[in-house]
């Protein structure tokens, strides 16, 4: 279950805002969503290996300490110095490095075998699943995109990410709510790389290959272990034209969009929309996005391609929702 926060005015969903996520262009009205509840997602426990910080046996390349953690994503986090990193490499670097790719590739191929994820991996050429994340304390970097600094006076530690075969280039959102978590998991390697200041605080700003992205995050702790009350990351409200995004009054009525074919980042293949109530609950199963209105049989489902595709079908939602005289 996702939870998505949107700004309205006088009933009316915001676009425009001051927000920036690095790697995203220009600004836009925020809109947190937050993975608090999908803890356990993929495993079905937040700490699929039981504890939150662990000696990992990688066949040919020995053992290193690593934090797994299920949140929204499943990921290995890894001190950067452990895979010989600095942290601060461009998704370049670390792609144009065979052997360190393949120490990744080895680690994470180890974890999937020892959650259970064996045939999914094996039967995959660039496995999506898990993520590796390797985290550094904060230090001063320039961006690969644009070659701006990012001060390490402006961000909480600095993460590079990689799956499918190749490093991220900024941070997906689910990392980045996984992320979050970790970082409020004593002892865990993200955790042990937190600034002091984001210990006082739900705010953690997360510096990436494209610059910054804040999540905020609360974990507390329970007599069955730590349990996840919040791990929210925003997101961008982007301006949509109307004629890509129109009402559907009647829930016999569906919606075919060529969002895909003219904007780059809509991945909406079909979408059928019976929205009415104030509360909305989200889900996401087997790429699809269901949106669910509290107090009403009505709902709401988008089916799209990637998870960011599923994510910034929000705002197009907004824009939908608010044809019916909506409130989110």
Request: net charge positive; with cysteine; aromatic share 4%.
């Amino acid at each position: 279950m996702i939870f998505a926060d949107v700004r309205v005015k006088a009933g009316v969903p915001l676009v425009k805002g001051d927000l920036a996520i690095g790697g995203v262009p220009g600004t836009g009205s925020p809109i947190g969503l937050d993975f608090s509840h999908s803890a356990g997602a993929a495993t079905g426990n937040l700490l699929p290996f039981g504890e939150h910080l662990s000696v990992l046996d990688v066949p040919g390349y020995g053992s290193l300490e690593v934090s797994v953690i299920d949140c929204a994503n499943l990921v290995i986090f890894v001190a950067a110095a452990s895979l010989g990193m600095q942290g601060t490499e461009a998704p370049m670097e670390i792609d144009g490095n065979q052997q360190l790719v393949a120490r990744i590739n080895a680690i994470r191929q180890a974890v999937a075998y020892r959650v259970g994820l064996r045939d999914y991996w094996d039967s995959r050429k660039a496995p999506a699943s898990p993520f590796l994340v390797a985290v550094s304390q904060s230090t001063s970097y320039p961006t690969f995109t644009t070659g701006s600094m990012v001060e390490a006076s402006s961000i909480d530690l600095v993460c590079r990410s990689f799956a499918t075969g190749t490093t991220h280039q900024a941070m997906p959102v689910t990392v980045t709510s996984c992320t979050g978590a970790a970082c409020r998991i004593e002892g865990s390697v993200a955790n042990r790389m937190l600034s002091a200041r984001a210990r006082e605080r739900d705010l953690i700003e997360i510096g990436h290959p494209s610059g910054t992205i804040a999540v905020e995050s609360r974990v507390q702790a329970t007599a069955s272990g730590p349990e996840v009350t919040l791990a929210r990351r925003g997101a961008l409200s982007l301006r949509v034209p109307n004629e890509l995004v129109q009402p559907v009054h009647h829930p016999s009525d569906r919606l075919r969009s060529d969002l895909v074919s003219k904007r780059p980042w809509g991945f909406i293949q079909d979408q059928r929309l019976r929205i009415k109530s104030n509360a909305l609950a989200l889900k996401i199963d087997h790429g699809v996005l269901q949106i669910r209105a509290e107090n009403s049989p009505r709902c709401c489902t988008i089916k799209a391609s990637t998870l960011v595709g599923l994510q910034q079908c929000l705002p197009r939602l907004a824009r939908a929702i608010h044809h019916t005289n909506t409130r989110i």
